[in-house]
């Protein structure tokens, strides 16, 4: 028999390093199609995360997955002395070093560059998130990092901008923020339950709202998927799920 929360609940995390800046967001799709937010919010631990992803029927993940392929690869080599040489240590190198096969064609669909996991900030939290994917795995919950499981990577920003909402500023400005709050009513049937002065207050709230909403857009088949050709690097990488969409690049 089918649970309710396995085709009706959906989460969100703007995963932080820390849990007092982890933006968190559940939501409930109605049988009408519209989705309520019953909770969001900042201030999340370990065990807080855990217990709330075991409880939904998918989770959108605003962190990356995985490490680039070739510098892991390259990371291995060089601790043994047994690297190749580049041709050239340039621009074009490095960027395949720290760019993930998923932040490529993020840069080539939307012409946004997720932050490097490989050379920025953001492998804090990647960290946390990769004791936590250890810790569901343990549980028996699928986290296939293509997505194709009870979580998916995304990008809040490529999604906005894919739903030509604001998508940069946003973080600094509450004006912004009221307006995309204001504009997702119409634009992903939302309704705010009573959080949409969270979300304009917190930007960690508003990105967890976000990914969750990309959640149901992945749940409903209605994101970019790997290629065959992408597949391997998705399991091992991560993949960012980015909802159909046609932007200006």
Same mark, same amino acid.
């Given at each position: 028999?089918?649970?309710?929360?396995?085709?009706?609940?959906?989460?969100?995390?703007?995963?932080?390093?820390?849990?007092?800046?982890?933006?968190?967001?559940?939501?409930?799709?109605?049988?009408?199609?519209?989705?309520?937010?019953?909770?969001?919010?900042?201030?999340?631990?370990?065990?807080?995360?855990?217990?709330?992803?075991?409880?939904?029927?998918?989770?959108?993940?605003?962190?990356?997955?995985?490490?680039?392929?070739?510098?892991?690869?390259?990371?291995?080599?060089?601790?043994?002395?047994?690297?190749?040489?580049?041709?050239?240590?340039?621009?074009?190198?490095?960027?395949?070093?720290?760019?993930?096969?998923?932040?490529?064609? /993020?840069?080539?669909?939307? $012409?946004? #560059?997720?932050?490097?996991? @490989? &050379?920025?900030?953001?492998?804090?939290?990647?960290?946390? *998130?990769?004791?936590?994917?250890?810790?569901?795995?343990?549980?028996?919950?699928?986290?296939?990092?293509?997505?194709?499981?009870?979580?998916?990577?995304?990008?809040?920003?490529?999604?906005?901008?894919?739903?030509?909402?604001?998508?940069?500023?946003?973080?600094?400005d509450v004006r912004l923020r009221e307006d995309i709050v204001a504009r997702l009513n119409g634009r992903c049937a939302v309704d705010w339950n009573g959080y949409d002065s969270v979300c304009v207050s917190s930007d960690d709230?508003?990105?967890?709202?976000?990914?969750?909403?990309?959640? /149901?857009?992945?749940?409903? $088949?209605? #994101?970019?998927?790997?290629? @065959? &050709?992408?597949?391997?690097?998705?399991?091992?990488?991560? *993949?960012?799920?980015?909802?159909?969409?046609?932007?200006?690049?």
């Open positions: 028999m089918t649970e309710p929360w396995e085709v009706a609940v959906f989460a969100g995390v703007d995963l932080a390093a820390e849990s007092g800046r982890t933006g968190f967001a559940r939501l409930q799709r109605t049988p009408q199609s519209r989705v309520v937010v019953e909770d969001a919010g900042s201030g999340l631990d370990d065990e807080e995360l855990i217990e709330m992803l075991s409880g939904v029927s998918k989770a959108g993940i605003d962190v990356p997955f995985g490490w680039p392929a070739g510098f892991v690869e390259f990371l291995a080599d060089h601790a043994l002395q047994q690297h190749a040489a580049p041709m050239a240590a340039d621009v074009r190198w490095r960027r395949g070093m720290v760019l993930r096969r998923t932040d490529q064609l /993020v840069h080539q669909w939307c $012409g946004l #560059t997720p932050l490097s996991v @490989a &050379a920025d900030r953001i492998a804090y939290p990647a960290l946390r *998130w990769a004791a936590v994917e250890a810790r569901l795995c343990d549980r028996g919950m699928d986290c296939q990092r293509d997505g194709a499981g009870r979580v998916c990577e995304v990008y809040p920003a490529a999604a906005l901008k894919v739903w030509q909402l604001p998508f940069r500023g946003y973080k600094r709230a508003l990105d967890a709202v976000i990914s969750a909403l990309v959640a /149901v857009e992945a749940a409903d $088949g209605r #994101t970019r998927v790997p290629t @065959a &050709a992408e597949q391997k690097d998705a399991l091992t990488e991560g *993949w960012i799920h980015v909802p159909f969409g046609t932007v200006a690049v």
